[in-house]
C-alpha cells in the first residue's frame, strides 16, 4: 500500500474471536498486537480496579468473575437485549464497539497512520438488524463501515483472490462457538452465497468442555475430588483443556499437568493425565458427524450435489483437528483446501475486499506453503496387499509453512531395538514410488513387546529447511536428522532418473492379484526382503486369529508354522507359496 492510497482495513467480528488486517503489496498481513499475537478473543470486562479489559485478560478473568466478563456479544447483536457487566448494563452495539475499537487501535499502531475505514464481515445468515447493529457498532468504534460482506465470501477470497471462470465452493466454519456451511458461487467479480446451514451452538468450545469432562472424571476417579466447586481450579482446567486440543492437532498424545491444582485434607491434589489423539477424537465424533449432517442440508438447500464442489475451504480454528479433515474428505470424496490459515483467512478475505474497493490491484494472494507431501514408510496395505513400504504422510502438501506435525508409530516385532526411519518426498501410496530424501536408524530401543510406541515428528520451515527426530516415548530416547533444501524441485532430468530407479527395481510384466511384487535384486537381497515380509504378515495373522472362523483359524495356524519353517530353512519356493496362501485368506477376512 502506497502512502496515497485509499487506506481500508479488513476486521473478522468473531463469536470468540476477532482480527484485524490490511492489504500491502501482494500480500496480506494479519497484525499483530504489542504481544505478537494476531488474535483477539471476543471478550470484555471490567478489572477489580475498574479498568477496561479487551481480550486476552478479560477472557482469563471469565471463569473467575463471570459478572464483570461479557463473552460472545455477537450472539446479542440485532436484539435489543443488553448485557450486565460489573452492575452496569450494555447494548450490544457497544460491547462489539469496544472490540472493534481495540482492532483499530492494533491496526494503527502498526500502520502508523490512522484507520477510519473498514470492512467487516458476518455470518450469512445474519438479516438487516443484524447487519444494521454491525454498522452501529463500527460507528460507535470510530469507523466508517464502508461495506459488510458475508464471512464465507471473505473466506472464498482469501484462498482465490483472482478466481476466473465459475467455481462452486463449501465454506465450511468450525469456530468457538458457532459453525455453518456455506455454498458459494465464485464466477470473475461475483461472489454468491447459494446456501447456508449451521448450529449457533457448536464449536470447539464444545470439544474444550469434552475434554473438561474428561478431566473432571479422572480428578474424582484418581484422587475422590470434586473441581467443580472450585472456581480457580476450574478456570485452570478450562485452560488446559483449551491447551491440550490444540497440541493435538499436531500430536499424537499431550499431557496434562496442574500441580497443586486443589487440596483435599489438608494435601496438595496435582493433575496429571496423558490424552491420546484416538481418545480425544472419540469424543468429538459426534459433533462432527452433526457438521455433516448441516453440509447435506445446505447442499440440497443449494440444489447442489456432493459431485459439483470444486473446492472445500476451512475456517476456524476447529477446523485444525485431523479429523475434521478426514471425516471431510471420506464425505465429500475430496481434500479441504489447507494453505490459508483457518483462524485468520475471514480477516484476510475482509481485507481483499477493502482493497479492492480502495483501488488497489488484486491478484493472487502470495502464501508461504509446501507444494509437496512429506512422510514415512511403514507396515500397511496397498490395494490389499501386505507392504513394509506404505507411504504415511506427515506434512500434507498445500499446508503453510513453517509447519510442525508430529505422528505415532509402533515397532511390530517383540523386543525390536531398532527402526529405520525412512523420509520421502511425494504423493504416491506407495512410498518406493516417491522421493527418499532422508533416512537414519534409531537403534537401543527398550526390549518391551510389539506395539512400542515412537513419535516422529518433522518441521519445515520457510527456507525448505526439514528436522526430522524419531523419540521412544516411553523412554524419551530421540534421533534425528536436518534435510536442507526440501523443498528442491525436481527437474526434468532427475524425475526421469527417478523414475528409471524405480522401475529398474520391478519386473515390468503384469502382476497377479495377490501376488507379492518382488525387487529385481540378488538372490540373497530377494530372500531377506522376502523374509521380512512373511514375518510382518505372520505378526498380521496371529492378530486376526480370533476374528476368522473355526476353518480359517485352522489353516492360518498351519499356514504360519509353515511360514516359519521356510524362513528358518531359508526356503524361499516353500516360502512364497505359503505367504500367498496366507495372503489370500487374510484378503478374504478384511473384505
Sequence with gaps: MNEKSELIIGIDLGTTNSEVAVFQGDKVVVIADENGSKILPSFVGVGDDGALLVGEAAKNQYPLYPERTVKSIKRQMGSDETVEMAGKSYA????????????????????????????????AYFNDAQRQATREAG?????????????????????????????HILVYDLGGG????????????????????????????????KIVDHLLRHLEKQHGVDARDSRQAMARIGRAAEAAKIALSDQPFVTVEEEYLLE???????????????????????????TLEAVHIALKGAKLTVADIDEILLVGGATRTPLVNEQLEQELGQQPRGEVDPDLCVAMGA???????????????????TPYTFGTSALGEIDGIPTLDRFVPVIHKNSPIPVTKSEVFYTVHDNQNAVDVKIYQGEDPDALNNVLIGRFLVEGLSKVPAGNPIVMRLSLDLDGVLNVSAVEKSTGLEKSITIDNALRRYEQEEMEAAQARINALFEEEAVEEGEIIEAEETEEAQLQHALVQAGALVEKAERMLEEATPEDREDMVDLIETIRDAMAAKDSAALKTAVDELSDILYYLES
Excluded at 143 to 164: D, F, G, Q
Excluded at 182 to 209: I, T, W, Y
Excluded at 267 to 272: A, F, I, R, W
Aim: proline share 4%; glycine share 6%; charged share 25%.
Design 92 to 123: 450490544p452495539q457497544e460491547i462489539s464497539a469496544i472490540i472493534l475499537k481495540r482492532l483499530k487501535a492494533i491496526a494503527e499502531r502498526y500502520l502508523e497512520r490512522p484507520a477510519s475505514k473498514a470492512v467487516i464481515t458476518v455470518p
Design 139 to 167: 460507528r460507535i468504534a470510530g469507523l466508517e463501515v464502508v461495506r459488510i460482506i458475508n464471512e464465507p465470501t471473505a473466506a472464498a477470497l482469501s484462498y482465490e483472490a483472482a478466481h476466473h471462470g465459475a467455481k
Design 178 to 209: 458457532t459453525f455453518d456451511v456455506s455454498l458459494v458461487r465464485m464466477e470473475d467479480e461475483v461472489v454468491e452465497v447459494l446456501a447456508s446451514h449451521g448450529n449457533n451452538h457448536l464449536g470447539g468450545d464444545d470439544f474444550d468442555h
Design 264 to 290: 483435599q485434607d489438608g494435601q496438595p491434589v496435582h493433575l496429571s493425565l496423558e490424552l491420546a489423539r484416538g481418545d480425544y477424537e472419540a469424543m468429538i465424533e459426534p459433533y462432527i458427524r452433526e
Design 351 to 369: 481485507a481483499i475486499q477493502a482493497a479492492m474497493i480502495a483501488g488497489q490491484e488484486v491478484s493472487s494472494v502470495l502464501v508461504d506453503i
